[in-house]
């Protein structure tokens, strides 16, 4: 495929001010336009670690702020830890040393499929109207609106479960982190309602947020393929595929969360050696303030 330059004039371009020029106030911020017109003023409080700013048009004007952060100057520690992704719950967290964690990927799940019935329901008025009139744009603009607040708040659970991830790492001193790529899942096909959800799962976003906020934790992280982990017990090595959120082994009767029997066989591929199942797991979600300990028990093996 020959590749070339774009050849049709762009109907907005981003516009960015260097940190020298961007004149912060208490409670707006002054970007200047140049000699001779008027400066855009912008109802904002800006961080005092905020540098420059870039004006972007993404179906609505946006003000990209670049901050500062400070940068972890060495690893947390020696651990080792494994993230299994699910779409489900969005990250399951296990360490050589005991400790796991569940962040849950619900409360993302809810909106992707609220947003898909709006805009079935606004496409369904909008097949009833003739293209390009007004009618039809006012529901187009509708269904935009739509769309851009239902990315922002993905968004923002997206950066809150990541993070509660990286600073759990953090408090447990880990030091390498392996996060499971659960690419091929899309291979198969498994129902009209099973593709749907595997479509809307959004995989390759959480891995660039745990990688960029590991990275600043200064944690190595490196990703792998996982195929296999969530269908092997971890006690006996049986293998059958799971069903529910529980795993019951059918040869020992070891019983374990479904996520944290992948996350557990993780460590055999990424770090060479198995650990034990963690006897017990914190479960949290992307914004609430607390945390539950759940306890886990396993059955002796026969």
Known sequence: MKLRYPYKTK?????????????????????????????LVLPLDLPETSRSCTLVWNNGFELHVCVEIAQAENAPGEVHATIDLGE???????TNTGKALIVTGRGIRTLKHQRSKQLGHIAKKQSRCKRYSRRWKKLQRAKNKQCRRAER???????????????????????????????GVRNHNNGTHHNQRMSLWEYGKDVDYLTHKSKQAHMSSFTGSERGTSSQCPSCGHKH????????????????????????????????????????????????????VVGQTRPSVV
């Open 88 to 94: 489900i719950h969005l990250a399951a967290v296990t």
């Open 153 to 183: 708040r993905i968004r923002n659970q997206r950066h809150q479960a990541t993070r509660q991830v990286v600073n759990f790492c953090v408090e447990h001193e880990v030091g390498s982190l392996f996060i499971g790529n659960p690419h």
């Open 11 to 39: 109907r907005f371009y981003p516009v960015s001010w260097p940190a020298q020029a961007i004149a912060p106030e208490r409670g707006r911020v002054v970007l200047p336009m140049g000699k001779g017109r008027t400066s």
């Open 241 to 292: 595929k799971p069903r529910n959120r529980q795993w019951n082994c059918k040869h020992c009767g070891f019983k374990g969360h479904r996520d944290l029997v992948g996350s557990v066989n993780m460590h055999r591929l990424a770090f060479g050696g198995q650990i034990e199942f963690p006897r017990s797991f914190t479960y949290l979600r992307p914004s609430s303030l607390g945390k539950v």
